[in-house]
């Protein structure tokens, strides 16, 4: 199977995370791809996910679970969820009481990818502007000006 690459994608959507203690907060995550997401959060949520910002315990990436709330869409009539482990790849201080941290999917339940991906795949013909698609004359001029 061929696996589709998708690019980061602006959203604004809420996630539930517990971290390997047990504890669970809501943070928003601001970015997203078919590999993970990213999200903001204050300077005492980051240290309870990544104490002291530091992502590696025992040598592993920190993990942590995680449920994204995806907004209703044409399949479904209400807001649905999508549960998956996630491994931490970076976290960073953006500012002194916020956070940016960032996580890839390790353990995605298969049904749940594809309800990730119809997700993004909504969200990448919304993103597209119609200005930012040359012509396919100016594409094939510039080729043959390119091997000329």
Do not use: W
């Not at 589709?4 to 809501?26: A, C, D, M, W």
């Not at 790849?89 to 002194?96: G, L, N, W």
């Not at 009481?97 to 990730?116: H, M, P, Q, T």
């Amino acid at each position: 199977m061929e696996k589709k690459i998708y690019p980061q994608v602006s959203i604004h959507l809420p996630v539930f995370i517990t971290n390997v203690e047990g504890i669970r907060f809501k943070v928003v995550a601001f970015e997203m791809s078919n590999d993970g997401f990213a999200f903001k959060c204050s300077t005492n949520q980051r240290n309870l996910i990544t104490p002291g910002g530091c992502f590696i315990h025992n040598k592993r990436p920190m993990e942590l679970d995680v449920r994204l709330i995806l907004p209703a869409s044409a399949e479904n009539n209400g807001s649905e969820g999508i549960s998956a482990c996630c491994h931490v790849i970076y976290s960073r201080r953006i500012a002194r009481d916020e956070c940016e941290i960032g996580v890839r999917y390790f353990n995605i339940e298969a049904v749940g990818y594809d309800k990730l991906l119809s997700f993004l795949d909504s969200r990448l013909v919304k993103n597209v502007e119609v200005d930012s698609i040359p012509s396919v004359k100016s594409v094939v001029r510039q080729v043959l000006s390119d091997t000329a």
